[in-house]
């Protein structure tokens, strides 16, 4: 039987996906690193692509997070421990972890992290944010801290697509969702998809979801068979289909869960939601948007955000191990490390119908 050491004499490649300036996107060869002493050098066995992978590749930058030489991308990872640093005592070789991906500076004197909100740390390192190298390689060093160990019963699969599922449970918790709200989720993308299943376990009902794509909604049924699907039309106003999202709620949304960040379904949102209602935001768009701003006023229509997500992969994986959440269904599409490339084309070609496209590493 082979250790979760024999890896590095077998695999002694550390292949890394990278994009640049160019947008090139490129397979590359770089060393294994040696884990610091707080540190576990980690084999990563799963990686998910994320839309702003894709899109850092495709447009070189998100909001004022700009690529200027090359990148490494990837944040969605799960792998084993293969090497630990010598003030390592939590861990062991052997290990199957998550990888947390937003690395804040955990200083007494930092007012966020002392109080617990470390995803608002001004000095957070997020991996596959310039300029830090993402997970999406073979060999990865993480601080011992900022892993997640993984039962038996979770894949490394699904292990990374707790990265995903942490946006959604962040999300459900601030939005402050209750049992049996009438709920409605903008967007059947891999953020939507989870929020449904993390919202289904939570017990809001009704719940409407929406997509342009047929696929993606006939996704959202498969997960959640008592879903409501709208089928947005890009020709149709914000008012026309929040009356159609209505009629299938079969009243007015108590919240929405946005998770598209596109301007015309924000609207959507706020037409969709009951005087004292919430439209809380997830998707994240254009710099400057409007909003119907009289109607939500006049409806008292509370308008919310979310940035990443803070102690939310223990209850991830407790709500994956204990069977409320099955998110083994959303990986549609595997590659090697090796066929990068061909990865981030089914990402990023909605002709290849990809809801989550992983790229593993045995
Ligand atoms: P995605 O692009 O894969 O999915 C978005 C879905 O929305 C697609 O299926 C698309 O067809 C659908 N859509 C587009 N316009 C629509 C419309 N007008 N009405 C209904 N549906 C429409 O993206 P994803 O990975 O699922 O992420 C969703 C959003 O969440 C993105 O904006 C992403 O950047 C954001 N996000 C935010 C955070 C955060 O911390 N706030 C974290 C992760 C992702
Ligand atoms: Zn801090």
Redesign the pocket.
Known sequence: MSSATDVLTRKPKNIAIETNPSHELNVVDTDVPEPGPDQCLIHVRATGI???DVHFWKSGNIGDSVIKCNLGLGHESAGIVVKTGSNVSRLKVGDRVALECGIPCSKPTCDACRTGRYNACPEIIFYSSPPVHGTLRRYHVHPEAWLHPLPDSISYEEGALLE?LS?ALAGIERSGLRLGDALVI???????LVSLLAAHAASAAPIVI????EN?LAMAKSLVPRVRTVQ?QRSEDAKASANRIKQALRQEAKLVIE????E??IH?GIYASRFGGSVFV????KDFQQIPFMHASFREIDIR?????RETYPKAIMLVSEGLIDLKPLVTHRFTLEQGKDAFEAASNPAAKAVKVQLLDD
Request: proline residues 6%.
């Open positions: 994320c839309g702003s995903p946006v903008c967007g059947a993308g891999p953020i939507g929406t997509d342009l794509d993606r947005i998770c598209t960040g596109v015309s379904s959507t997830i998707g994240v768009g955000f979310l940035f990443r997500y």
